[in-house]
């Protein structure tokens, strides 16, 4: 599986190997990675270079401290990415927008409200899919008109879910 990072306004696709070894955008590193207090600080060593690293999670994004630079990381697998695309591709910038199951699943989590105004990029759905969950988020700006699922319903692929308008 490989990972696609972006930072600001820099795309990286990460490949992780072997024996501590990965793969940034084609080029192989040795790297190692370790906590150091069983929490948010981390040891970081690249190709014989070492730092100290802060890291706080939310979601996809990463929020990472080394040396006194703050990166916002936001991170996707390829399974997710490839959703993403999809649900951007079906999105109109106005009107009525069906958020789709994309697979079918089971919902485990439902995180919008109805009457609540959504961000591109927020999410909304999370649907479990051969035992791994997957977030399904708003392809674009609106308001949740309707929701027409909840926590522990099966879907099939194509199943309305959310309606933003």
């Known amino acids: 599986m490989h990972y696609t990072c972006l930072v600001g306004e820099h795309t990286y696709e990460i490949r992780p190997g072997a024996n501590h070894s990965v793969e940034v955008n084609g080029e192989p590193h040795r790297v190692d990675f370790q906590t150091i207090d069983e929490g948010a600080l981390y040891s970081l060593l690249i190709d014989n270079k070492s730092w100290q690293v802060l890291v706080e999670r939310n979601g996809d994004e990463y929020r990472v401290s080394i040396d006194g ?3 916002v990381v936001n991170v996707q697998d ?3 990415r490839k959703i993403q695309k999809a649900l951007d591709r ?4 106005t009107g ?19 009457g609540q105004e959504v961000q591109k990029g927020q999410g909304l759905v999370i649907l479990e899919a051969m035992k791994m969950e997957n977030e399904l988020r708003a392809p ?10 909840k926590p522990g319903d099966a879907v099939e692929l194509g199943q309305a879910l959310v309606v933003i308008h």
């Open 69 to 71: 630079e703050l990166y």
């Open 78 to 80: 390829e399974r997710t």
């Open 90 to 93: 079906a999105a109109k910038e």
């Open 96 to 114: 009525e927008f069906i958020l789709k199951a994309p697979m079918p699943g089971l919902v485990r989590g439902v995180s919008a409200i109805i």
């Open 140 to 149: 674009r700006v609106g308001v949740v008109r309707d929701i027409r699922v």
